[in-house]
């Protein structure tokens, strides 16, 4: 009797070891397999032995893809509707919204997280170490210098940025982001017992500006004329060898067979920072599909199918559902707006997902746009379309308000040279226009707006917002705190609320209001601000060094 438990506990699938890859800014078409002058063969390999993502979507900016990859919700049920979060932002995850590592970690997974956070750390249960994660060593804000792990948050408050669990990790300055995450990465699949399953969140910086790079890489990339593109391909190349190194280590540590990973990008290349999204059009920061639609792929030998491309609608909010799934820790999808699309993807089952809010973001609503035009003229009484929307359903994709810049731009066409921009296509809207619609199945590069040819669907769609919107949560977005300030924390970007010993009476409260006015109208403060923002210029051309 006791040898067939032993031999039903051993033939019962061990739940898989998850890694998942997020990278920073990587364009559409900054990826070999999609035509790249950019080298990354390791990514090519694991994705043709994959499945390639090819309809598959996140959002323009960092925080919000982040934010969604961790919860499974839309931002609007967030409120982390309006752009990123500020280093000095007092604003982080929903602490009642419980995060994709604490539901992993419930389900008996060991949980460590490398990279970037950018999900706000203003109190200590911000941390990734306070939503989950057993381990941490990353940078908790947005951007910073890849060597010295210095970060700016504006010209006047700058600090060190490199955590390692809730200390400062001095001792690892000048070691680049990419490898010295990637060396993390390796010790933790070394020394994890293969017998219990892994998360492992893998958030790298690159190739997310500054562009700087360990200069062996560079040579990859001698015949390149642009100085941007240059340095971002080296980034990428030394993202690519790290990524085989960390499959490499999969292999050797046993934990291989028994994985999945996932490979995505945050949201559209930055043309202006050597990234490409051709053919799509526009990028980061807009919602047009070269700001949105992104470099994704599966590989796992847990794979029903492998060497294919699925063209399923997916979106970075239903990893949340899908590695819980996979986990066996998916109760139900009860306030969730993922969907689990394991099935589409390993076995090409049909998609559950049929629809995309990307976003309604009311901050956005500039207060002098008349409501006349925008609610009844444009939107058919429907919709207020100075706000700034985008959905997609089925084929169709409609957008409202300020969207973003809409332009085409080829690689070619990247700024630095003596034909700079010279291929650029800019797009040509007429005054006052605030709804689009394409047909995204046929139009990929959104070339013909079919807004005025199919009022039907845009009215559609536009009803489509408004329900959403009822559905909403109130958008947080308070102002910066100056009490965030590095300076007052040792230098550090770190928590400044919530710490311990911080409970305040009001005579304490009404100290740190008169402290808070010192630091705003405090002569010295601007002064030192104005030598850090000549100082940061100087330093501009030492970036690329």
């Known amino acids: 009797m006791d040898d067939s438990v032993r031999t039903e506990e051993v033939e019962k699938p061990s739940p898989p070891h998850l890694i998942f890859i997020m990278v920073d800014d990587q364009g559409y078409g900054d990826i070999g397999y999609h035509g790249s002058d950019i080298h990354t063969p390791a990514l090519d ?74 999900l706000g750390f203003c109190r200590p249960s911000c941390l990734p170490t306070g939503r989950g994660f057993q381990s941490f060593l990353g940078t908790l804000t947005g951007s910073g210098d890849h060597f010295s792990y210095k970060s700016c948050d504006g010209a006047e408050a700058c600090g060190f940025d490199l955590h390692d669990g809730d200390r400062p990790a001095w001792e690892m300055t000048g070691n680049y982001s990419t490898l010295l995450y990637i060396e993390r990465v390796k010790q933790i699949l ?84 050597g990234g490409s999204n051709w053919p799509l059009r526009g990028g980061k920061g807009t919602y047009w599909e070269g700001g949105i639609r992104a470099v994704g792929f599966v590989h796992s030998p847990l794979l029903k199918r492998k060497g294919v491309v699925s063209r399923a609608l997916i979106h970075v909010s ?39 809010l990307f976003n309604i973001d009311p901050v956005s609503r500039k207060p002098g746009e008349p409501y006349d035009k925008a609610l009844v003229l444009n ?33 070619q066409a990247l700024p630095g040279g003596p034909e700079r921009w010279q291929k650029l296509e800019k797009r040509r809207n007429e005054l006052g226009k605030s709804v689009w619609l394409f047909n995204v199945t046929f139009d990929p590069y959104e070339r013909s707006d079919l807004a005025e040819a199919r009022p039907e669907i845009v ?72 030598f850090k923002k000549v100082g940061s210029r100087l330093q501009r051309n030492t970036l690329f060094s």
Not at 484 to 506: C, F, I, K, N, R
Request: proline share 8%; net charge neutral.
């Open 45 to 118: 390999q694991l994705a043709a032995e994959g499945v390639k993502l090819e309809n598959y979507y996140v959002q323009p900016i960092c925080s919000p893809s982040r934010s969604q990859l961790m919860t499974g919700r839309y931002q609007i049920h967030t409120g982390l509707q309006h752009s990123i979060i500020r280093s000095r932002q007092p604003l982080c995850l929903p602490p009642h919204i419980p995060t994709l590592p604490e539901r992993l970690a419930d389900a008996g997974y060991a949980t460590h997280m490398v990279g970037k956070w950018h």
């Open 190 to 273: 070394r020394s994890h017992d293969p017998h219990k399953p892994l998360f492992l969140y893998l958030s790298l910086q690159a190739p997310h500006t500054p562009l700087q790079v360990p200069d062996h890489f560079l040579h990859h990339y001698d015949s390149q004329g642009n100085r941007l593109r240059r340095h971002y391909a080296a980034m990428l190349s030394c993202l690519d060898a790290g990524v085989g190194q960390v499959v490499q280590e999969l292999k050797s540590s046993g934990l291989y067979q028994n994985s999945v990973l996932i490979y995505s990008s945050d949201n559209g290349g930055q043309p202006l920072s």
């Open 318 to 356: 239903d990893w949340y559902p899908t590695l819980l799934g996979l986990a066996g820790a998916l109760q139900s999808h009860h306030g969730l707006d993922g969907h689990d699309v394991w099935g589409a993807i390993s076995e090409g089952l049909p998609c559950p997902r049929t629809e995309i």
């Open 379 to 411: 939107g058919f009484g429907i919709w207020d379309t100075a706000v700034r929307a985008a959905i997609r359903a089925g084929d169709w994709k409609l957008l409202t308000g300020n969207v973003g810049d809409g332009d085409w731009i080829p690689p």
């Open 459 to 530: 009215k559609h769609l536009l009803t489509r917002l408004a329900e959403y919107n009822q559905t909403a949560v109130m958008a947080r977005n308070p102002p910066d705190d100056p009490m965030a300030d590095p300076e007052l924390h040792g230098g550090v970007w770190s928590p400044w609320l919530g710490l311990e010993g911080q409970e305040m009476d009001h005579g304490e409260e009404d100290g740190r209001k008169e402290r808070i006015m010192k630091i705003k109208h405090c002569k010295l403060c601007k002064l030192k601000a104005l």
